[in-house]
């Protein structure tokens, strides 16, 4: 254990503050270079600026007084989420709010969903259950333990991809909500969401369409010229879909929306209260006081970007994520998992020890993203990653030479 550190009695100079911080990010992984695999995303230079200006002109400012105080957030807001419904062409009753992140996103899309089916069905024995593919995100397993839910995670196909007639076979009298991914961030392929979308009609359930890593790739990767099948509410069984700004959207964190077909679904998802002193108290999303700067910087990188500076970038990510998987497959015998359908992709051998290769990785100061079943190594490529592709490779083929070949491995992986 760590020592306790104490509350400092006198306080220190801001520019020794500075120096210090530079001084201890020094031991971090260098991601500027693309040795980080995921939690960061890059995009371009102008990009990262813009974000950061407006964020820093609403520093201050708190998203939570957005009706009372400060109308501009409040109609940055707005914009954010109408640009963001017309990209995922929600028809005209649909409504969203901002979030903190993909697991608010998605706490908020369950939440929406059960209070939804609950006062549907008015049945005092239903509780309401969740049907996942294996490769869903842990943040439906988050809210549904927060909300005393069971979750039902159901095996992936050959290719990866949600297997929708197993998930089929799971779903009970309790079931409630459907999700797919596009893509799931273990291996970077899209799910059958047409499918899971007609799934859910028929059975009169709630698809959630966990688009959080891709919403903001996958309609400009399209647009650049990529297979990218349609997975947004011109499916009509799509009740929500969640996509994240802060990741492939390159808006600084933390910033998310999350997206119903009908305003009725996102009141749901709301919070109406009035018995405390200081009167009545109504909040869209889970937090209470938001940061300003994150509706500002969002707001700001997607009008700096446009369809047209996101269809640039996209162009760029397809071509990288190619190259990446053409020179990874030239290190025999490594294949890459599926077919990865943006620029998420994990890889591995059957009887390679990926845990020795990763290690070896390490050394060579590379953060080694990882996949447990099957053992692999996983890349969420951005732009960071674009020129560092060949020592990554060179560096990859040495650690695959040196790695010993074993039997039954396992890989433990933790985020
Ligand atoms: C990142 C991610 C999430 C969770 O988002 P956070 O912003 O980390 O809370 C959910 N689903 C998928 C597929 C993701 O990649």
Known sequence: ?????????????????????????????????????????????????????????YFTENALGARRAFASLGRMESDVIGMSLDLF???????????????????????????????????????????????????????????????RRVRMSADFRADWHAMAAAIDQDTMMLVGSVPCFPFGVIDPIADLSELARSRGLWLHVDACVGGYLAPFARAAGSAVPAFDFSLQGVASLSADLHKFGFCPKPASVILFRDQTYADFAGFDLDVWPSGRFRTGTLVGTR??????????????????????????????????VEGIEAIAPLRVFGRPDLTIFAFGAPGLDMAAVAGAMATRGWVPGMTSKPPGMHIMASLLHEAARPDYLADLAGAVALAPLVEGQQTKVEY
């Not at 995009?43 to 813009?50: D, F, G, K, R």
């Not at 990188?301 to 990288?320: E, F, H, K």
């Open 291 to 324: 940061p300003g700067g994150a509706v500002a910087g969002a707001w700001a990188v997607l009008n700096y970007l446009g369809r047209d500076g996101y269809t640039a970038i996209a162009a760029r990510l397809i071509a990288m994520r190619k190259a990446y």
């Open 89 to 151: 062409q929600a028809p005209e009753e649909a409504a969203g709010s901002m979030t903190s992140g993909g697991s608010e996103s998605i706490l908020l899309a369950v939440k929406a969903c059960r209070d939804h089916a609950r006062a549907r069905r008015d049945d005092a024995a239903f509780r309401g259950n969740l049907v996942l593919p294996e490769t869903a995100h842990p943040a439906f397993d988050k809210a549904a333990r927060l909300m005393d839910l069971p979750v």
């Open 1 to 57: 254990m760590s020592e306790r550190t104490a509350f400092p009695v006198q306080g220190r100079p801001r520019e020794e503050l500075g120096a210090t911080l530079e001084r201890m990010r020094q031991g971090d992984a260098d991601w500027r270079h693309g040795r980080v695999p995921l939690y960061v995303f890059g995009s371009l230079p102008e990009v990262e600026a813009v974000g950061r200006d407006a964020y820093a002109a």
